[in-house]
């Protein structure tokens, strides 16, 4: 900084009537100094405290200050001219002080011009300065613009403007009376609103101060619309694919005209033209606001496929501008129509072993839609016998493909299914149900090829055996099944004769009373035929086991003694410990299992003089005879057999102990003695064999003669086949019938339960029959104590 000093002295003794003056840039820093006052004044700087020298600002603030002891004025506060001396229209700006001195007193005025400098920069009062032009002014046209404004003066004030690039707009600047500076905004070329709405400009004020300070303000030029511009569809021509069967109110399109223009020169509204039909009005509703297309009506391809359309979008200017667009709406097919199925024939119901290809039924098919919509395919379940044959176009026949069987399937129903090739593919179906009628091509069947029934001995004649039944899966007549018995003989006895079965539900029966001793099984067959023509028949093997009842008791047959007497035995008393004394044995004519034998004691005089072996019936001693023992020895065995209830036969064997066999067995210790083979126990046994035998031989004999006689033809009509000859309900109800040959059991028949004598065979004229009974349990072999009775033809 330096400081400008133009002094002026003006001299008087007593008071100072002249005018000091200083001249200092604004803005100095605090401390500085302006002047030495004292020097200027011509003071003396030793007295300069003794006469009080002192500084007074006249209606300032205190920005200057006095050093009392050097006598400098220097700066306190910072001076800002522009502050000091608001008004622009000052050349000059000037601080008024006076210093005051006692002792003389004396007053001096003091001036102190503030010298600018340029320390503001041009201000706009606005930082935005907004116009609205027309688009339609025109070139040249000028509009005014607020001028910037600077604090400092002279050459420091606003000198100049400039304005940013721009290709529709320059400025003037321009000099007002009292010298500012301001600019008018010149149009140098026609706006257009639709291509650039808004011009942002930027107005640059500078000042021709050292260095040059500047201040800018935006210049927004907003351009007004005119209706220059006509609504634009984003596509003239449109060619639209709808769905049929669309729904009331489904969007077709949103049509989007544009309108470059703003304001009521945009809004658009939508109508349809004159060379819109009737019937597209009728389908299609227009939205005249938004634009929008949609469906006002049904859409049906097969009524009507293309709707033809032209829109006019018009804005709402003064002048109202329109554009047009051409649409065209096709309307798709739609897979909405199901198939349909015809049964033009249908053959129900046939019978089951019709023949292969026989045509069953025609079914014709048909679809409204196009295309692959209207394509159909008929089918039917693949698990069954039959089969689809096209005979021509959409007609089929439906054919047997595999043999048809009615006891497997009785009746089919036959779904027939129709589905066409849309997406996605619609189907209808009908169900027919076909019958069969019944053919007799089953044979009838038994659950078991093989029976074997098991039947207690002694059994009641009439008695249910078992039921063999049949099963035949054919109806009707064909269904029926009749039982027979095939006739076989055994031993000249017809099975018809031995059993009899229930021809309607196979119920086998016997005819008589077996004997498990006599007859012990039986093998025929039985056939099961149905009522079809021609009629089928089966038959099943029947195997008849007599189970044996434990019908039989024991008989004794040693040692032999006669009916009801008792066994006497001599043994010497010598006997040693151990010795047979005697041997039981029975027998039993039932079966294995009834006829085992066990042999106990029943009595015994001395229980520890004897044993009795219970599986073979060997009675030993357990020690010699001693003299206290009695001389007589009686012993009750029982056989008893292994049936349930158990039977039994007992035998007493009477012993009698002789002293002179003493010495002669003692005799027999010394030296052997041969072998007696006509001992008492063999002797029984030779005498039973040879009895047996010669009753064999004797029976032989007469049956040989029997069959060698020659009966005469009787002219007599000979009883009936069941005829009743002999009944002995009191003495035969519990007896064996004995013949003398085995002829005579072709003769008769025998039905020991009841006591009944049946004829099975026409009897000769002139023969006769001698009948004896057993009573059962006696262990008689011949009929010489038996009941007797003589049959004379």
């Not at 008893?640 to 009477?654: C, H, M, Q, R, Y």
Request: aromatic share 8%; glycine share 4%.
């Amino acid at each position: 900084r330096y400081v400008i000093l133009a002094i002026i002295f003006s001299f008087a003794r007593c008071t100072s009537a002249s005018v000091t003056h200083y001249s200092i840039p604004e803005e100095m820093k605090e401390g500085s100094v302006v002047a030495n006052l004292a020097t200027d004044l011509g003071l003396d700087m030793k007295t300069l405290n003794q006469r009080k020298m002192r500084l007074d600002i006249i209606a300032n603030k205190k920005y200057l200050d006095l050093n009392k002891e050097t006598g400098e004025l220097y700066v306190v506060e910072k001076i800002d001219r522009e502050h000091i001396c608001p008004t622009k229209s000052l050349a000059s700006c000037y601080l008024k002080l006076e210093v005051i001195l006692d002792n003389p007193v004396r007053i001096f005025n003091i001036e102190v011009e503030i010298l600018d400098i340029n320390d503001n920069a041009p201000q706009f009062r606005r930082d935005a300065i907004h116009l609205d032009i027309s688009e339609a002014t025109s070139r040249g046209e000028r509009f005014s613009l607020s001028n910037a404004v600077d604090p400092d003066v002279g050459s420091n004030s606003v000198k100049t403007y400039y304005l940013s690039e721009s290709e529709y707009f320059n400025i003037e600047v321009q000099t007002g009376r009292d010298g500012s500076k301001f600019a008018d905004l010149i149009l140098k070329k026609t706006l257009d609103r639709e291509k650039k709405p808004v011009h942002n400009l930027i107005l640059t004020a500078i000042d021709g101060g050292t260095p040059a300070r500047s201040g800018t303000a935006s210049v927004i030029v907003r351009v007004l619309d005119t209706n220059d511009n006509t609504p634009t569809f984003d596509k003239d021509n449109m060619n639209i694919k709808m769905m049929e069967n669309s729904p009331i109110g489904s969007l077709v399109v949103d049509l989007n005209a544009t309108d470059l223009d703003e304001g009521s020169n945009s809004d658009i509204t939508y109508s349809y033209s004159l060379y819109t039909s009737e019937k597209t009005q009728e389908t299609f509703n227009l939205n005249p606001t938004t634009g929008e297309i949609t469906v006002k009506g049904v859409l049906n391809y097969e009524d009507f496929r293309i709707y033809d359309m032209e829109v006019i979008a018009a804005d709402k200017g003064a002048s109202s501008l329109t554009g047009q667009c051409t649409i065209k709406i096709l309307v798709e097919d739609m897979n909405d129509n199901h198939p349909e199925i015809s049964i033009k024939s249908f053959q129900s119901p046939v019978t089951e072993n019709i023949e292969l290809d026989t045509v069953i039924a025609v079914v014709s098919v048909s679809d409204k839609d196009s295309g692959d919509n209207g394509i159909v395919d008929l089918h039917i379940p693949d698990n069954m016998p039959f089969k689809l044959r096209e005979s021509s176009d959409n007609y089929y026949e439906l054919v047997v493909s595999e043999p048809l069987d009615r006891e497997k399937v009785p009746e089919y129903d036959i779904t027939f299914t129709v589905t066409d090739r849309g997406s996605p593919p619609l189907s209808d179906n009908e169900t027919m149900t076909l019958e069969l009628l019944d053919v007799n091509d089953n044979v009838p069947q038994f659950p078991q090829s093989f029976y074997t029934i098991r039947v207690m001995e002694n059994n009641a004649p009439g008695a249910l055996l078992s039921s063999l039944t049949a099963f035949d899966p054919d109806l009707h007549e064909n269904q029926y099944l009749v039982y027979f018995i095939i006739e076989k003989e055994i031993a000249n006895t017809s099975m018809s004769m031995l059993f009899s079965i229930n021809p309607e539900n196979g119920n086998l029966y016997a005819l008589k009373t077996f004997d498990y001793e006599i007859e012990k099984e039986f093998l025929f067959h039985i056939e099961a035929r149905d009522s079809g023509s021609p009629p089928l028949s089966s038959n099943v093997t029947v195997h008849i086991i007599i189970v044996d009842q434990n019908d039989n008791a024991p008989v004794i047959v040693s040692p032999w003694r006669a009916h009801g007497s008792v066994v006497e035995e001599k043994i010497p008393r010598s006997t040693d410990k151990g010795s047979l004394i005697a041997k039981v044995i029975a027998l039993d004519t039932d079966s294995v299992h009834n006829s085992r034998i066990t042999y106990q004691f029943l009595q015994v005089t001395d229980a520890t003089l004897f044993s009795l072996d219970q599986y073979n019936g060997e009675i030993r001693t357990m020690r010699m005879f001693s003299y206290r023992d009695p001389r007589h020895q009686r012993l009750v065995v029982v056989a008893k057999d292994n049936g349930e209830p158990a039977l039994s036969a007992t035998v007493t064997i009477k012993l009698t102990t002789m002293e002179t066999a003493v010495k002669a067995y003692s005799d027999m210790t010394e030296e052997p003695l041969e072998y007696d083979i006509f001992s008492d126990i063999n002797l029984y046994l030779v005498i039973g064999l040879g009895s047996v035998s010669f009753l064999l031989l004797i029976t032989i004999l007469v049956t040989i003669v029997i069959k060698c006689q020659k009966p005469k033809p009787s002219k007599a009509a000979p009883p009936s086949r069941n005829s009743v000859i002999s009944e002995r309900n009191s003495t035969i109800a519990d007896s064996t019938l004995v013949s003398n040959d085995a002829y005579w059991y072709s003769l008769f028949l025998a039905e020991t339960r009841k006591g009944k004598l049946v004829v099975r065979q026409p009897l000769p004229k002139g023969s006769r029959y001698i009948v004896s009974s057993i009573p059962r349990g006696t262990g008689l072999t011949d009929t010489s104590d038996s009941a007797a009775s003589t049959l004379q033809v």
